[in-house]
């Protein structure tokens, strides 16, 4: 696609459910990103891909949360158990080169969770 | 742990006046700066980055300019305009780690 693209783009769940935020981003980007946006704050750093595997997930709040990138190039950001506090807006971002080389993050629209 | 810190968090100025937003990080081997601006309810977009290796950088209306030795960063947005309002988010690259990590954004608002 043109773009980072992100699904769903609005997900209403329960407070104890399971979710699963999927992005699909820029074809040929070999790094991939998480972070969590809630209102009125910056973008919080929630975990890296280099390809398939996790490069940092240093930012992922709890063991709750999860996120994979099987083949390298979709990835799914699992939460278990949600909680109220989950509430945020979920971006990902692709960028070409990582590492020393790391230059722009193409986001994508983002996928705002709410935990009733 | 390593961060940014940004400031002011909101900032209003006269329309065609200056906008300058600071911003410290503590990591001192970050070699990478990017600015993004976020429309309401839209994503986060890069406007201009520097690496360590130049002291400022322009683009039009849009510099930015970098202090290796205190560790700070700062945008300037010259003769603002309406559309210039958003929120803008610096942003550092951790060295090692290749994370990127964000400031928690200014509020620009250009006043007519």
């Known amino acids: 696609g043109a773009g980072v693209s992100q699904t769903p783009s609005n997900k209403v769940t329960e407070k104890g459910k399971y979710v699963e935020l999927r992005c699909d981003p820029i074809?040929?980007?070999?790094?991939l990103y998480w972070y969590r946006q809630s209102l009125g704050q910056g973008p919080e750093f929630l975990i890296y891909f280099q390809g398939t595997g996790a490069a940092d997930d240093s930012g992922l709040p709890n063991d709750r949360f999860f996120a994979v990138r099987p083949e390298g190039s979709v990835s799914t950001l699992k939460i278990q158990r949600t909680e109220r506090g989950d509430s945020a807006v979920y971006l990902c971002?692709?960028?070409?080169?990582?590492?020393?080389?790391?230059?722009?993050?193409?986001f994508g629209e983002g996928s705002r969770l709410t935990v009733l | 742990g390593e961060n940014v810190e940004q400031h002011p968090s909101t900032l209003s100025v006269q329309e065609g006046d200056s906008a300058v937003i600071k911003c410290t990080y503590s990591d001192s081997a970050s070699n990478y700066f990017p600015w993004y601006k976020q429309e309401l309810g839209k994503r986060p977009q890069l406007i201009i980055d520097i690496r360590s290796n130049v002291g400022e950088k322009k683009d039009q209306r849009i510099a930015v300019t970098l202090n290796k030795t205190a560790k700070h960063f700062s945008l300037h947005i010259t003769e603002t305009q309406p559309e210039d309002s958003a929120v803008y988010f610096c942003?550092?690259?951790?060295?090692?780690?290749?994370?990127?990590?964000f400031g928690k954004g200014t509020r620009l608002h250009i006043l007519p």
């Open positions: 971002a692709s960028s070409l080169q990582a590492g020393a080389n790391t230059g722009e993050l193409f």
């Open positions: 074809s040929g980007h070999t790094a």
């Open positions: 942003a550092a690259l951790l060295s090692g780690d290749d994370k990127i990590i």
